[in-house]
């Protein structure tokens, strides 16, 4: 047996005894502990390594006019594979030969794309410094404010058609909802801008009180019925995606006022994915649970993305929140995950687990982007977890990104050639979210497992603001505070963080 997989299965043993053992007030040194002889690979790739991937793969394609939208900040859902806007009397041949999925939905322009575009040039700031980027982001986010967000229900709109906003306020999914608020929350996360978190506040004060069903003690996916969506359809997504879009990023950050509320709401929703979703025979989070025949394999988002999300977000809340139950049931998860999703073979990550139980070996961007993130996350107290890391790294870097026009492909196929699937890059679920995110965990893990300090940049007024490293704890070993051009009154500030957990 190769001896990543070795590692894997022993790290996963250590894990089922300490979520047996675990206590229930404070959170334990280290939930699964290596053997003192496990070290992280050599091959790992580094923070530079992270960071020029950043800059020279994937901020190209975002860094340039057609991108930025007219007026700035009316990010466009759709645009070519190299990175032009379409002219749709004229499109390209990959808008010609999209997949009905994606065909059916020209036409509608996404508030949710134009969020996650938003959130992709905050982390180019946070990354890099650069204050053109959070020119940018501040560009998606007065954008968003001023055309999406509705003061009188504190809803978003869902997508435009023909400039008309759609769908009716409480047929809006849940979903959408939650990631209309990703760009708002990270330009606050990096700004401390009041203004935009109140507007947060108001969306989440709409979703919680029109969308939460006290009978299930979950939040539903719309309100009002639409064409293909009913009242009682029971989403993952609904809860999860409220955690990954807003709720985990801020809760250490918010004034003390907000602080409380928003953790209750946070640790409502973890325990209603723990509850209601989780397959301990399958050892996966299923997508639907509204209709039992769904709860199979090969259904509507039952997935090594959504179950690494899933794990991601609970260890992180368990982590914020003390519960070290909470951790260690999330730890185990996340073990049991990756043990199925890494292909020793190829060095890469699977996609899903089909109908008969054998794994989907084909690459999508999102999912393969999870899997890593859980990965490195869970390395950072047990390093058996960078086994697989250089591995799927080296593939992403070399298949998953157009090296020609920059960006990352939506997926690739399975063994022997991995031929990327070289389709739209952009489209009204795929951005720069993903690809932004997982560059930027990347970055920070690789920082810590050297024993390297990870420099991020922040834009408050305050130079002595409380400042997180993302979704992790670290030690502040330095900042250094100068003014921000372009943004009167805020403050350029450089942090550099080690010690993250």
Same mark, same amino acid.
């Given at each position: 047996?190769?001896?990543?997989? &070795? ?6 043993? &250590? ?100 969020? !996650? ?6 982390v180019a700031y946070h990354l890099t410094g650069d204050p053109k980027m959070l020119a940018l982001a501040r560009d998606g986010v007065d954008w968003i404010r001023t055309h999406a967000l509705d003061p009188a229900t504190g809803s ?9 906003? %759609? ?47 006290? %009978? ?28 990954? $879009? ?5 809760a250490p950050i918010l004034p003390e006022k907000e602080r409380r509320p928003w953790m209750e709401d946070l640790q409502r929703l973890a325990a209603t994915l723990e509850r209601d979703y989780y397959d301990s025979g399958h050892r ?51 073990? $049991?995950?990756?043990? %199925? ?10 996609? !899903? ?130 003014? &921000?051009?372009?943004?009167?009154? !805020?403050?350029? &500030? ?8």
């Open positions: 047996m190769p001896t990543r997989r &070795l590692l894997l299965i022993a790290a996963f043993t &250590l894990v089922g005894v300490a979520f047996a053992q675990a206590p229930t007030k404070a959170i334990p040194p280290a939930i699964a502990v290596a053997e003192p002889s496990v070290r992280i690979p050599a091959d790992l790739p580094t923070g530079d390594r992270w960071l020029q991937h950043f800059r020279e793969d994937l901020l190209p394609y975002w860094n340039l006019p057609d991108a930025w939208g007219t007026p700035r900040g009316d990010f466009p859902t759709f645009r070519a594979i190299d990175g032009k806007a379409i002219d749709w009397a004229h499109p390209p041949q990959e808008v010609a030969d999209a997949p009905g999925w994606i065909r059916q939905e020209f036409g509608r322009d996404y508030v949710r794309m134009k969020s !996650r575009q938003t959130y992709f040039y905050g978003a709109v869902t997508y435009w058609e023909k400039g008309v906003p %759609q769908p009716a306020v409480l047929a809006r999914t849940s979903q959408d909802l939650a990631y209309a608020g990703v760009g708002l929350a990270m330009y606050y996360y990096l700004t401390r801008d009041e203004a935009v978190l109140k507007d947060l506040l108001r969306l989440k004060h709409h979703i919680f009180s029109r969308y939460w069903n006290p %009978q299930w003690q979950a939040l539903r996916w719309v309100v009002t019925p639409d064409a293909g969506h009913d009242e009682q359809r029971q989403e993952l997504v609904s809860q999860l995606d409220q955690i990954n $879009a807003y709720l985990l990023l801020l996966l989070f299923w997508g639907t649970i509204h209709d039992p025949a769904q709860k199979k394999l090969g259904s509507r988002h039952t997935d090594f993305g959504h179950t690494a999300k899933a794990c991601w977000m609970l260890e992180r809340t368990g982590r914020l929140a003390h519960d070290a139950r909470l951790v260690a049931f999330a730890t185990a998860a996340a073990q $049991a995950v990756l043990n %199925q999703a890494y292909l020793p073979d190829s060095g890469t990550w699977g996609s !899903r687990l089909r109908p008969d139980g054998t794994v989907d070996q084909g690459k999508e961007w999102w999912i393969y982007a999870e899997l890593d993130q859980l990965a490195g996350t869970l390395a950072l107290r047990d390093p058996a977890q960078a086994a697989p890391l250089p591995r799927t790294a080296e593939f992403w870097f070399r298949h998953m990104v157009d090296h020609e026009h920059h960006e990352v492909w939506g997926g690739a196929g399975g063994p022997p050639d991995f031929e990327p699937w070289e389709g739209l890059k952009i489209h009204q679920w795929k951005s720069g979210y993903h690809s932004a995110e997982h560059a930027l965990v990347g970055y920070l893990v690789a920082q810590a497992l050297h024993g390297q300090p990870a420099v991020l940049y922040f834009a408050p007024k305050d130079p002595k603001a409380i400042v997180r490293p993302y979704v992790f704890e670290g030690r502040i070993l330095r900042r250094a505070s100068r003014p &921000l051009p372009g943004f009167p009154g !805020r403050r350029k &500030l450089e942090v550099a963080f080690t010690g993250l957990e």
